[in-house]
């Protein structure tokens, strides 16, 4: 790494803010397409340096044509570990050695760490997001009436753990519905779903289905909530004291924000989900406490 300075002691000093990579120097990793946005490398550097693992954290752009090839490359190199992200959190399920009983269970996978020469593929995404509800945003999800927008990989991940933290019931919306039926049958045993297509009518015509109703509203798509509208949905319709959370943690809306909160709503993105879902990662890699506040404030606060 170098970087231009007019003063040499910048440069000493960014160099003295990094340890050395050594020939013993472990690889962990994102893979996904696109990573640029990421905040993972910026979250787990620090980590693994303040933990004493010798290590480094990298996001590696990888196109769907190659996923097979690097994950089989970085099993023959002996990576230390990796996560994944969009849009290979199903696809990777096929290449590991095993499942974990979690990421089985959704058919999707965002971390992958060692047992002995097993590499397994796991799901924190689940974890992460309920603790990013109850500990970030302070709702409770027992007994609450759920509306997940989407039904692809991120959606997968977090069904099982929303039912496990108590959601007594869930509306599943996609712009295509099949999809969410499909999902609604897979996930049925652990709880009531109903399979809605993503349109503002659908959801309104339904006495139960408004948004009025729910305590609880996840964005699970890629899609953008802009000036407090996502998909048609105004979120304003939301009752008071509800919360929507955005599991995007790089979209940036400040109307949309400055709308909910004027309004009542709780408004949450996807920030402490990477977080929580970082943490158990980073423990699951390194079978070391990890250092939660040096996370948390790498990600609000990188330098």
């Excluded at 170098?2 to 160099?15: A, F, H, Q, Y």
């Excluded at 000036?227 to 940036?252: C, E, K, Q, T, W």
Aim: aromatic share 6%; net charge negative; hydrophobic share 40%.
């Amino acid at each position: 790494m170098s970087s231009r300075t007019d003063n040499p002691k910048d440069t000493k000093r960014d160099l003295n803010r990094f340890d050395p990579v050594t020939a013993s120097t472990r690889l962990f990793c994102l893979l996904g397409d696109p990573v640029s946005h990421s905040r993972s490398p910026a979250m787990m550097n620090p980590a693994l340096a303040v933990a004493g693992v010798d290590g480094v954290y990298l996001a590696l752009r990888t196109p769907t044509r190659d996923l097979e090839r690097v994950i089989n490359t970085l099993k023959a190199v002996g990576f230390g570990g990796g996560n994944v992200t969009a849009p290979h959190k199903e696809r990777v399920a096929a290449l590991v050695d095993r499942l974990s009983p979690g990421a089985e269970l959704s058919g999707s996978v965002n971390t992958l760490a060692w047992d002995g020469d097993t590499l397994v593929g796991y799901n924190t995404d689940g974890s992460g997001l309920v603790r990013a509800i109850e500990e970030g945003s302070g709702m409770s999800l027992s007994g609450a009436r759920v509306l997940l927008l989407g039904a692809g990989g991120a959606a997968r991940g977090v069904i099982p753990a929303l039912f496990h933290g108590g959601a007594a019931k869930m509306y599943l919306a996609n712009r295509t519905e099949a999809r969410a039926r499909e999902l609604a049958e897979r996930f049925g045993d652990l709880g009531p779903i109903v399979p809605l297509p993503l349109e503002d009518a659908a959801l309104f015509e339904r006495g139960d289905g408004a948004l009025d109703g729910f305590g609880i509203v996840i964005n699970a798509t890629s899609a953008r909530v802009e000036g407090g509208v996502i998909a048609g949905l105004d979120l304003a319709r939301m009752s008071p004291g509800s919360l929507f959370f955005d599991m995007n943690y790089y979209h940036g809306d400040d109307e949309t924000a400055g709308l909910l909160k004027k309004t009542g709503i709780l408004h949450a993105k996807g920030m402490d989900m990477l977080l929580f879902q970082g943490v158990d990662a980073f423990e699951l890699w390194t079978g070391a406490a990890a250092p939660v506040a040096i996370m948390r404030r790498s990600l609000t606060h990188p330098e």
